[in-house]
């Protein structure tokens, strides 16, 4: 019986969002394939508004684990959409990617329209993968086993079919925490317990208004890019609330409002993961 990490046929794209669940999965198809050669090409989109931290555990797997990373981000060029690729030390910190997308766009992306996800990352590496000649590949998605309400089935509807690996192999959170705690360096963006839900992306507007909240109370600099962002198009991310509104509020409160699970919303949509 073949392992549920062993490569599909033909060309292979791993897709690595710079989370832990993505790094696990690129860990065990390392493990499990060791001379993967030509076909195989490890891909990290950088939108610009990736925590630091973020960018930083992308450069240790590449440093620890000996693999080769592309990184890619979003960028027009004479008006004509593109891609640049980039590394660690020339990656984009201040939004730009995102920023010119929004600005070709005239408006913010939200949860109906997640244009984000698709420009910044999905379609910035198929432009990149098809200017390699890439006609048709294999997406390996690092879904879990507990998230499978997430998994999409049928029929590619694009250049490329999904795979799912780690949904294959009946992985579930505790076991990329366990994979964590042994290795030698970690994703910075959690303490001690692995609780801290900032997230790659530092104010998606997919997490709750209570992480929201927590991150104006530590980030304010990075939150402010969201509020110029809803000043630019004079709309916003979220129906029901503005960043700016959101950042004011907090700056009037003390930090009992984060103590009270009843005071910040709790509802999230789910924060994208490329």
């Given at each position: 019986?073949?392992?549920?990490?062993?490569?599909?046929?033909?060309?292979?794209?791993?897709?690595?969002?710079?989370?832990?669940?993505?790094?696990f999965?690129?860990?065990?198809?390392?493990?499990?394939?060791?001379?993967?050669?030509?076909?195989?090409?490890?891909?990290?989109?950088?939108t610009?508004?990736?925590?630091p931290?973020?960018?930083?555990?992308?450069?240790?797997?590449?440093?620890?684990?000996?693999i080769?990373?592309?990184?890619?981000?979003?960028?027009?060029?004479?008006?004509?959409?593109?891609?640049?690729?980039v590394?660690?030390?020339?990656?984009?910190?201040?939004?730009?990617?995102?920023?010119?997308?929004?600005?070709?766009?005239?408006y913010?992306?939200?949860?109906?329209?997640?244009?984000?996800?698709?420009?910044?990352?999905?379609?910035?590496?198929?432009?990149?993968?098809?200017?390699?000649?890439?006609?048709?590949?294999?997406?390996?998605?690092?879904?879990?086993?507990?998230?499978?309400?997430?998994?999409?089935?049928?029929?590619?509807?694009?250049?490329?079919?999904?795979?799912?690996?780690?949904?294959?192999a009946?992985?579930?959170?505790?076991?990329?925490?366990?994979?964590?705690e042994?290795q030698?360096?970690?994703?910075?963006?959690?303490?001690?317990?692995?609780?801290?839900?900032?997230?790659?992306?530092?104010?998606?507007?997919l997490?709750?208004?209570?992480t929201?909240?927590?991150?104006?109370?530590?980030h304010?600099d990075?939150?402010?890019?969201?509020?110029?962002?809803?000043n630019?198009?004079?709309?916003?991310?979220?129906?029901?609330?503005?960043?700016?509104?959101l950042?004011?509020?907090?700056?009037?409160?003390?930090?009992?409002?984060?103590?009270?699970?009843?005071?910040?919303?709790?509802?999230?949509?789910?924060?994208?993961?490329?």
């Open positions: 019986m073949s392992s549920p990490y062993a490569l599909p046929d033909g060309n292979v794209l791993l897709s690595i969002s710079g989370g832990r669940t993505s790094g999965m690129l860990s065990e198809i390392k493990r499990c394939n060791p001379d993967w050669g030509d076909r195989v090409k490890v891909v990290f989109a950088n610009g508004k990736e925590m931290e973020t960018l930083d555990f992308v450069r240790d797997m590449q440093e620890n684990w000996g080769d990373f592309i990184w890619l981000e979003y960028v027009r060029i004479d008006g004509k959409v593109s891609y640049r690729q590394d660690h030390t020339t990656a984009s910190s201040l939004g730009e990617p995102f920023e010119a997308l929004i600005s070709f766009k005239g913010a992306p939200n949860a109906i329209s997640r244009f984000c996800t698709q420009e910044l990352k999905v379609r910035t590496i198929k432009r990149y993968l098809v200017a390699q000649g890439w006609k048709k590949w294999t997406q390996a998605i690092g879904i879990r086993a507990d998230e499978a309400g997430r998994l999409r089935t049928g029929p590619p509807k694009d250049r490329w079919t999904n795979w799912y690996p780690l949904a294959n009946q992985i579930t959170k505790r076991d990329v925490m366990d994979f964590w042994k030698p360096f970690q994703l910075g963006l959690y303490g001690p317990t692995g609780s801290t839900p900032k997230g790659n992306c530092d104010g998606c507007f997490k709750s208004e209570a929201l909240a927590m991150m104006w109370r530590e304010p990075r939150m402010q890019w969201w509020a110029d962002m809803e630019k198009v004079s709309g916003t991310f979220h129906k029901n609330r503005s960043y700016a509104g950042g004011e509020f907090v700056s009037r409160q003390s930090d009992w409002i984060f103590n009270d699970e009843d005071f910040l919303c709790q509802a999230t949509g789910g924060e994208c993961t490329g």
